[in-house]
């Protein structure tokens, strides 16, 4: 198997996940989730993640001069994000880059949905 055809999160595994608000979630449900929530959890990867989103697609060459950190520490990041079904990724040349994966995020969002309440009145 080459390194291009990483394994990577079900995003349709994820779709299936009630809002957190409506019930409690099972262990597989969770399984397939918390990829996502632990590969955003580090702020190299979370600053990462901004960049790449601010834009539609961001080349390599432009997130590793934003860090103090070495090309092979950033391509790391970048790979667990990818693994994490967060990223997509292309080669073009030598350079490889980035664009978000919308229904990722989508998905992620309505799974923390909470649903409007109405505020609790003061004792």
């Known amino acids: 198997m080459s390194k291009q055809s990483l394994p990577v ?39 990462l993640m901004s ?13 590793t001069p934003a860090f103090d950190l070495s090309g092979p520490t950033i391509s790391h990041h970048l790979k667990v994000l990818r693994e994490a079904g967060l990223v997509d990724s292309e080669r073009r040349g030598t350079w490889v880059w980035y664009r978000v994966k919308p229904e990722a995020f989508r998905q992620l969002g309505a799974l923390l949905d909470l649903p409007a309440t109405t505020a609790p009145a003061d004792a």
């Open 51 to 63: 960049m790449i989103a601010s834009v539609p697609e961001m080349c390599v060459c432009d997130l």
């Open 9 to 47: 999160v079900d995003l349709q595994a994820v779709a299936c996940c009630a809002p957190l608000a409506v019930r409690p979630m099972d262990a597989e449900q969770a399984m397939v989730v918390a990829p996502m929530f632990k590969a955003l959890g580090d702020p190299v990867r979370l600053r």
